[in-house]
């Protein structure tokens, strides 16, 4: 499977780097390949990076017409149309099929090559609402890490470029690779792209906190008992106002909601390492019937549980 970054002028190479160390370096799964890494000049001449130095790329864009994924991972200026060539490249990439990605101001671009016409996208938090109001047809979602619609994938800035990649390698190899290779890089395992791009209070500040912090550690441990708001809103003694309100505070969620996500993630586990029936897993993880689970998975993955088993069990 290859994969095209596009380079140009005034590039940071912190974002260059990030597809680059993914997928650069080969990491066989069994006896499956690695992607093959290209990297191509998106422009013409030597390509000039922000931090005062030059990159030289072997390849052109008619090496990205022919890839099975393209990532632009940036864009030197939200205000600058890219170069028409680019344009065309992108849109014949996924013409062919490919999926094309747009990494933080990476979508700026993807969205003058009319790709995220009608689709949800995201960018970095700081320039969704120039995205919004550039390209009113385009659904921005400012609050999430990355959206994939459609064979085209945008994220948020900066480490977010990072778990889009990923996720793009999850897509190919499942979870247990993805939270590998996630280790290997020594960043957190696999984040899922619903999550918040900004928190106010990334991480426990104060006593409370940290009673929250071993509050949820616990219940990820027990999701296959009943958990109500006020039970656990009880167990820190605090009114259910208050911990609603701490508990977005903490992790920019509601109590419900990130209830549910949990048991998603802890649901897909058991998906793709596991011969559990789908019955089992739902009353593992706390759904109480498949019927439940099922409709909670197939919101939030876009897929059937079913569906992602074949996918990604190995």
């Avoid at 247990?176 to 999550?195: M, T, W």
């Avoid at 701490?246 to 992790?251: I, Q, S, V």
């Amino acid at each position: 499977m290859t994969v095209a970054v596009i380079a140009f002028n005034d590039i940071s190479p912190f974002h260059l780097s990030v597809p680059c160390l993914v997928f650069g370096k080969d990491r066989k799964v069994g006896e499956s390949p690695w992607f093959e890494l290209v990297v191509c000049a998106g422009e013409a001449g030597e390509l000039r990076t922000n931090a005062g130095f030059a990159v030289h790329c072997e390849h052109d864009l008619n090496e990205a017409v022919r890839a099975d994924i393209v990532i632009v991972p940036s864009w030197r200026d939200v205000t600058e149309a890219p170069p028409q060539a680019l344009i065309e490249t992108l849109k014949a990439a996924h013409a062919n099929g490919a999926l094309v990605v747009g990494l933080c101001l990476g979508a700026f671009v993807l969205a003058h090559a009319g790709l995220l016409q009608s689709k949800r996208a995201t960018t970095h938090w700081a320039w969704a609402a120039h995205l919004a109001r550039d390209f009113p047809d385009i659904q921005v979602d400012a609050k999430v890490l990355y959206v994939e619609t459609q064979q085209v994938l945008t994220s948020a800035g900066v480490a977010a470029g990072l778990d889009c990649c990923i996720h793009i390698v999850r897509r190919a190899y499942g979870r247990e690779v993805a939270n590998s290779l996630a280790r290997q890089l020594l960043v957190s395992p696999h984040r899922d792209g619903g999550q918040a791009q900004f928190i106010s209070q990334p991480v426990p500040q104060d006593a409370a906190d940290l009673r929250l912090g071993q509050l949820m550690d616990g219940l990820r441990e027990n999701l296959n008992q009943p958990f109500s708001i006020d039970q656990v809103a009880t167990k820190l003694a605090m009114s259910r106002r208050s911990f609603t309100r701490h508990f977005k505070l903490l992790t920019g969620s509601t109590f419900g909601q990130w209830l549910i996500n949990e048991r998603i993630k802890a649901a897909q586990v058991q998906l793709e390492t596991t011969h559990l029936s789908i019955e089992k897993i739902a009353e593992s993880c706390g759904f109480g019937s498949s019927l439940s689970l099922r409709q909670h998975f197939s919101s939030m993955v876009g897929v059937s549980p079913t569906a992602n088993r074949k996918t990604y069990q190995r």
